[in-house]
């Protein structure tokens, strides 16, 4: 597949180009090759490039999806409130989940959720977050934003907004974005560099479109790469990934 332009973000070998970063992952690759529910060994590894990343001195956020355990927009004749409050609850079992992984590996995090749920994790406040940050912990952001209708990508926009983050980085099945599906089309061309503009007036599908809208809004940038690797976090932080999107 052909690549459309060059990636312009400086190379610097093995150092970060980013001092806080919010990792959007969804719930899919939580359940590595199983399809659904939890793979550990998926998690371990996605944990460990988490912790590596960590370890060079980046602030790391992440806002985990739900969809390896419901989709609750293709529940037929299930309330959509209904629905969407059980994938919520979906996101905080992923996020108890990566978050234990971590402190397996000796790095301290904190599940921070939308809804009150005290004996299981915080209630997200805004500037509790950037003081766990600012501590060296890694938080872990559950519960999309407390309300039906968004998805988890306005989520991690939301979110990445408050804290001031440098990138959103969307790990997913593909190496970025495309100009038409590459798993239909083999001329698809994938984009190096593209404008939040673009994106919404093309419908290229990075986020939603209200997620795409408010990164716009607020100058965040988005990194859209593959996560066949989990190390590839890593390389995309230091600018070492051959393939991907960046949205800006």
Known sequence: MAVKSVIEWEERMGT??????????????MSGSKGSGIDPEMVTKIAQAICE??????????????????RG??????????????????????ALCLADAIEQLGHTTRVMT???MHEIAE????????RHLEKGRIVVFAAGIG?????????????????DADVIFKATNVDGVYDKDPRKCADAILYAKVTHDEVLQKDLKVMDATAAALCRD?????AVFNLD????????ACGELERATIVS
Request: with cysteine.
């Open 16 to 29: 970060p180009i980013f001092k806080r970063i919010l990792l959007k992952l969804s719930g899919e690759v």
């Open 53 to 70: 990343l960590h370890d060079l001195n980046v602030d790391l956020a992440i806002v985990v999806g739900g969809g390896n355990f419901w």
């Open 73 to 94: 927009r293709t529940s037929e004749g299930m309330d959509r409130v209904t629905a969407d409050h059980m994938g919520m609850l979906a996101t905080c079992m992923n």
């Open 114 to 116: 939308a809804i009150e």
């Open 123 to 130: 209630t997200y406040i805004r500037k509790r977050a950037l």
């Open 147 to 163: 309300n039906p209708y968004f998805s988890t990508d306005t989520t991690a926009a939301l979110r990445a907004a408050e804290i």
């Open 218 to 222: 607020n100058h965040v940038d988005i």
């Open 229 to 236: 690797d989990p190390r590839n976090i890593i390389r995309m």
